[in-house]
């Protein structure tokens, strides 16, 4: 199946520094989600992206559409302790509008 | 607004015994739903995913199978549990006209 590949898998920052990371895929898609999740629970959805070169921003989250439409990035500033969990993307491919594609995951660790 | 909720949320049950975990979807009518298998805290496995009463897809050949009594509710069953069926089973909805998922809470379940 259709592979989304995001990186880095995993970061160790202090608190107060940005973040980024991103997925790439090497079809087009016209959907990128970008979800935060915490241990035993489910992905809480941050931002939504529909159109290239979007950017759209949830706070201290901004994410954008790549122009090429096969990537995506999302940024987050000044990290606090309760930015700690993984991250994922995920797309939905041209074509193929009922089915969701998902990134491998970005953990992410914020220390005091 | 539109909730989803999963039942239960953890389950232990021994290898050969049957499975059914429940997944209701309310404020919203014809949803997409989707069934998700997550192992270890990343990697998300699609294994079913359904646009109407009754229409089930199936994405990995498996001992476990999906049904859409009602619009909004979306279960999964197996006859007969396997070690290997242990992990984090998510359900999840978009709208008919696609665009962003939302994830229930999950079932943790053990194969013992």
């Known amino acids: 199946g259709q592979q989304l590949n995001q990186s880095p898998q995993s970061m160790f920052i202090q608190e107060g520094e940005d973040v980024s990371m991103n997925c790439t895929s090497s079809s087009i898609f016209n959907t990128w989600l970008w979800y935060k999740q915490d241990p035993g629970e489910g992905p809480v959805l941050l931002i939504a992206l529909y159109k290239a070169g979007e950017l759209t921003s949830n706070g201290r989250l901004t994410a954008q559409f790549g122009i090429t439409r096969k990537d995506s990035f999302l940024n987050i500033s000044a990290s606090i302790p309760s930015d700690v969990g993984i991250y994922f993307c995920?797309?939905?491919?041209?074509?193929?509008?009922?089915?969701?594609?998902f990134g491998t995951g970005t953990s992410l660790t914020v220390i005091p | 607004s539109q909730t989803i909720h999963q039942w239960p949320a953890t389950l232990v049950q021994p290898v050969g015994s049957p499975l059914s975990l429940e997944c209701t979807v309310e404020g919203t009518s014809n949803p997409n739903l989707y069934w998700y298998r997550q192992a270890a805290g990343r990697g998300l496995q699609l294994l079913f995913y359904s646009v109407g009463i009754g229409q089930i897809s199936s994405e990995v050949p498996q001992n476990l199978s999906a049904s859409r009594p009602q619009d909004r509710q979306f279960i999964l069953s197996s006859k007969k549990l396997l070690l290997s069926d242990s992990g984090f089973y998510l359900c999840?909805?978009?709208?008919?006209?696609?665009?962003?998922?939302?994830f229930g809470p999950g079932t943790r379940l053990t194969v013992t």
């Open positions: 999840a909805w978009t709208s008919g006209q696609g665009g962003e998922q939302y």
């Open positions: 995920a797309g939905q491919l041209v074509n193929t509008g009922n089915q969701f594609y």
